[in-house]
């Protein structure tokens, strides 16, 4: 007579797991869930606040590039006026004023 196995168990039993065990593994994965939540927190701060620090840094740079242009159109018209108050003084002048 042959037998036939139609289940076999493995040598080590399955052992049915505690509730404790599952509680501390729950709450071992909360609390890395925790930790990954509090670092998104505190990453998305600072990349807020570089944002800002960006922006800030891009308004001063456009405030400084116009009263830069405004400053050589300044200089500009005052060196027409020198140039015209002083070509009718000094045939020289407009040389001078071309050299410079």
């Known amino acids: 007579m042959t037998s036939c196995r139609l289940f076999t168990r ?18 071992a994965v909360q609390a890395a869930l925790n930790k990954r939540q509090l670092q998104v927190s505190e990453l998305r701060t600072k990349l807020n606040a570089l944002r800002d620090q960006s922006d800030n840094g891009k308004r001063e740079l456009a405030e400084k590039e116009t009263l830069l242009r405004q400053t050589q159109t300044q200089l500009m018209d005052y060196k027409q006026e020198v140039e015209t108050a002083y070509v009718s003084y000094s045939p020289n002048w407009t040389r001078f004023v071309e050299e410079v």
């Not at 493995?10 to 709450?27: E, I, K, M, V, Y």
């Open 10 to 27: 493995s040598s080590s039993p399955n052992r049915a797991r505690s509730p404790a065990f599952a509680d501390s593994t729950f709450s």
